[in-house]
């Protein structure tokens, strides 16, 4: 465990298992000089970090025995301050919306939403003794069309959500609130529990279009998972300005960051929602799936047609 220094900044990151965010985020963290609490469902893996002199501790979000006793082990840690909390955790979710198992989606939602929102509930004493900041990762998928990704989409939405009213709530407190509007980064949560269409899906006529969608994030303009975490250290560490001014100095409220974010925040400003849903439906080649569609009913048609004059 690191040594505590005074006036040492404490960060807790979510989520830190080797090849993610959360491992790059608690290297760059601790290359800043703060004092790193890096967890994961499996401390065991998290060996490395603990070889650097940072502190582990095992953490599953969807837990709330587990959220309490890793609140307990903090406070000892830091003597009851939290600077920084990473809601950085995250389970990703491709599959149709008309072919998704609703236990699979809450599932999802426990870990996206529930366990964010467990997180901060729990850690909010320690987050307001120091007047901290809470960074809550979401994804570019909130705002955008992310075809075969509705349920994942609709996470990240309530994230979006939940954060902005976050914000205003504990703003009293002198405690901040950063969403991290992540694009394409290079991850290992993308390589995890693919799903498969079912045999008799509607989408199965562009099966090779699904498929390409299960691994779109770690092949479209990605980003290293160092060069997002320093980017995002950059902005959490920033100073703090009037809130009107945040989009352009200072600690961001808002941190669009990674492979297609630039490209989807200026056309959200410049086009609005038109454009990113002509892009999603050309990428994702919908046109495709359009005329297959339709090039079955006429056929269907046709076939009916024939047997109706065969009847008569």
Known sequence: MQDLQPRQKTVLITGCTPGGIGHALCIEFQRRGLRVVATARNVAVLGDLSAQGMHTLPLDVTSSKSIASCHEAVGK???????????????THTHPALDLDMDDVRQTFETNVFGVMAMVAAFGDQLIAARGLVINVASLAAVAPYVFGSAYCASKGAVVSYSRTLRQELAPFGVGVMVCMAGTVKSNIAGRGHRSLPAGSVYQPVRDVFE????FSQNQA???????AAALVDGALAPE???FLRAWLGRPDWFWYGG????LWWGLLLCGEWIVDYVCWVMFELERLRKI????????GTNAGARK???Q
């Open 212 to 215: 390409k969608r299960l691994v």
């Open 77 to 91: 840690v830091t003597g009851g301050r939290l600077d920084i909390l990473v809601n950085n955790a995250g389970r």
């Open 260 to 263: 297609m974010a630039s490209l």
């Open 293 to 300: 569609v339709e090039q079955a009913a006429a056929v269907q």
């Open 309 to 311: 004059v065969k009847a």
């Open 222 to 228: 990605t980003v290293s998972t160092e060069a997002f």
């Open 241 to 243: 300005v009037w809130w």
